[in-house]
T-cell receptor
Framework: KQEVTQIPAALSVPEGENLVLNCSFT??????LQWFRQDPGKGLTSLLL???SQREQTSGRLNASLDKSSGRSTLYIAASQPGDSATYLC??????????WGAGTKLIIKP | GAGVSQTPSNKVTEKGKYVELRCDPI?????LYWYRQSLGQGPEFLIY????????DSGLPNDRFFAVRPEGSVSTLKIQRTERGDSAVYLC???FGDGTNSPLHFGNGTRLTVT
């Protein structure tokens, strides 16, 4: 059974710092891995989607990597800003087209 | 708007009542998903539609939960004889194709409270 784990559960850093969020999964049979952000009381916003055949994706200050063989992904945020404060969730799409989710990392960027 | 729309945004109901939650996906998206999310947790899969048919309903917790998508667009999640444990945020998402090559787009959710 696929399990997704995100570490740390919460992270607080000063504005301007670069940071890394971690995601691990137990079964490498995935179609893709997706990173989302969720603001309080809101739905989820897709940030990056990495196909199982890809190693990384970049969008602006965000870079996500995927190492399928070791079951790991990282989300790198460069030059963090207070507006980046949110909960970041990763999810893997399994062979049944289901997204299996981590519990998220709550990120606070201090001005 | 062009995003996924969910109504109502909030629903408070008494234990034992019937509720319907509506999802309007992005036009042209054939895949539609329902999830529910409890505080501090990731979303929990409920059901996946491809067109009008339920391709995977293995996440529905019991037979009190049912979902339809009769014309391959709008979907309704129906919960009978609601229980306090059904309280959660119910999220709907849609995507192109089967979702393997395109990201899911989520609505803002319906917060269901069963008293």
């Amino acid at each position: 059974k696929q399990e997704v784990t995100q570490i740390p559960a919460a992270l607080s850093v000063p504005e301007g710092e670069n940071l890394v969020l971690n995601c691990s999964f137990t079964d490498s049979a995935i179609y893709n891995l997706q990173w989302f952000r969720q603001d309080p009381g809101k739905g989820l916003t897709s940030l990056l989607l990495i196909q199982s055949s890809q190693r990384e994706q970049t969008s602006g200050r965000l870079n996500a990597s995927l190492d399928k063989s070791s079951g790991r992904s990282t989300l790198y945020i460069a030059a963090s800003q207070p507006g980046d404060s949110a909960t970041y969730l990763c999810a893997v799409m399994d062979s049944n087209y289901q997204l299996i989710w981590g519990a998220g990392t709550k990120l606070i960027i201090k001005p | 708007g062009a995003g996924v729309s969910q109504t109502p945004s909030n629903k408070v109901t008494e234990k034992g009542k019937y509720v319907e939650l509506r999802c309007d996906p992005i036009s042209g998206h054939t895949a539609l998903y329902w999830y529910r999310q409890s505080l501090g947790q990731g979303p929990e899969f409920l059901i996946y539609f491809q067109g009008t048919g339920a391709a995977d309903d293995s996440g529905l917790p019991n037979d009190r939960f049912f979902a339809v998508r009769p014309e391959g667009s709008v979907s309704t999640l129906k919960i009978q004889r609601t229980e306090r444990g059904d309280s959660a945020v119910y999220l709907c998402a849609s995507s192109f194709g089967d979702g393997t090559n395109s990201p899911l787009h989520f609505g803002n959710g319906t917060r269901l409270t069963v008293t």
